[in-house]
């Protein structure tokens, strides 16, 4: 079946880097574009960054663009999501959502997501 295995989490002072991994299976990862969204409790799910099906397309929310970074390695059916100069408002749970290529790229809404990961907690200190 489909799983997608979030990792890479854990708590790190404002200003710290981390790096959260996803890994998929039970689909084909080179036919899917692939995010991260993140949730912070009592707030809605929030996308963070989306990556297409073959790692050429990138796009970014305001919010993070020029501090976190996404990436693929599709030969490890891998997604990654490198967090640079971490404030504590980028405190949430992130995780990994794909879907289809064939619906084109740039999809930001969560309900255009068919899979999910259960996700991994950041939490950033001031």
């Known amino acids: 079946q489909v799983q997608l295995v979030e990792s890479g989490g854990g708590l790190v002072q404002a200003g710290g880097s981390l790096r959260l991994s996803c890994a998929a299976s039970g689909f084909t990862f080179k036919w899917y574009n692939m995010a991260w969204f993140r949730q912070a409790p009592g707030r809605e799910r929030e996308f963070v960054a989306a990556i297409s099906a073959s790692g050429n397309r990138t796009v970014y929310a305001d919010s993070v663009k020029g501090r976190f970074g996404i990436s693929r390695d599709n030969a490890k059916n891998t997604v990654y999501l490198r967090m640079n100069s971490l404030k504590p408002e980028d405190t949430a749970r992130y995780s990994c959502?794909?879907?289809?290529?064939?619906?084109?790229?740039?999809?930001?809404?969560?309900?255009?997501?068919?899979?999910w990961g259960q996700g991994t907690q950041v939490s950033v200190s001031s």
């Open positions: 959502a794909a879907y289809a290529m064939a619906r084109g790229f740039g999809a930001t809404a969560p309900g255009d997501y068919g899979y």
